[in-house]
């Protein structure tokens, strides 16, 4: 499965953005998707994951009510949509596919990764 992030970009603080994430090859809706992110100096942190049919969403503390994760089968696309966004979620921003049954928020988790896009939310 290859993976290609795109949407990042620079956003006022209070501003909102969507990524996106297109999946090609293996079969998209074998994979729970999640994205992380890893801003500069700092581990990769987990943000969400979605189920393979949309069946459960699953976020990061604190992110939840701000980040909204959705796929799209038919556009083998998984999408994250970001508002009310904070200087502290200035990071780069990862999508992931993972074989794992269950919530999956470990990097370890996760099978296959996209290039990460870089979120800078500053004035």
């Known amino acids: 499965v290859q993976l290609q992030a795109s949407g990042g970009g620079l956003v006022q603080p209070g501003g909102s953005l969507g990524l996106s994430c297109a999946a090609s090859?293996?079969?998209?809706?074998?994979?729970?998707m999640g994205w992380f992110r890893q801003a500069q100096g700092k581990e990769r942190e987990f943000v969400a994951s979605i189920g393979r049919n949309s069946g459960f969403t699953y976020y990061a503390d604190g992110l939840k009510g701000r980040f909204t994760i959705s796929r799209d089968s038919a556009e083998r696309t998984v999408y994250l949509q970001m508002s009310s966004l904070k200087p502290e979620d200035t990071a780069i921003y990862y999508c992931?596919?993972?074989?794992?049954?269950?919530?999956?928020?470990?990097?370890?988790?996760?099978?296959?990764w996209g290039q990460g896009t870089q979120v800078t939310v500053s004035s």
């Open positions: 090859g293996g079969t998209f809706s074998n994979y729970q």
């Open positions: 992931a596919a993972s074989n794992k049954f269950g919530v999956a928020s470990r990097t370890s988790s996760y099978d296959y």
